[in-house]
């Protein structure tokens, strides 16, 4: 073999070996995040892991008033929750019957003149009256 093919093979294979790296590092990374993906669902499936890892559904504001102590927990202010009924098309604050915040991070806003089903309401945490 001549030295310019040795040269070129040495470089062919130095220049394989440093695409192979990362390729196998991003797939063991992709392989660890679907583990401990997998090992999360099922300890899910118990209740005390499940109370850790899941959220439940939290009541901001009822009856068009602001639940203070939710407002904190939640590291939501009142700014961001009036922002949400404009988004929501509210007229008037005394037509709000809830604002909740959900599990995935989003507000949603109950309002209208009519009274609200309590089922609607049946999964939120409502934190007035509860630890000081």
Do not use: Y
């Amino acid at each position: 073999m001549s030295s310019k093919r040795r040269r070129w093979a040495t470089a062919w294979c130095l220049q394989a070996s440093a695409t192979a790296t990362p390729v196998a590092s991003g797939a063991l990374a992709i392989a660890s995040l679907l583990s401990v993906q997998a090992v999360i669902a099922l300890l899910r499936q118990r209740t005390a892991v499940n109370k850790i890892v899941d959220n439940e559904p939290l009541l901001l504001m009822r009856d068009g008033e602001f639940i203070p102590d939710a407002l904190s927990r939640s590291r939501v202010t009142e700014a961001d929750v009036i922002a949400k009924l404009r988004e929501a098309n509210v007229l008037r604050i005394s037509d709000v019957r809830a604002v909740v915040l959900e599990t995935t991070g989003d507000i949603s806003v109950l309002h209208g003149t009519d009274e609200l089903d309590d089922i609607i309401l049946q999964s939120v945490r409502d934190i007035r009256g509860t630890e000081p």
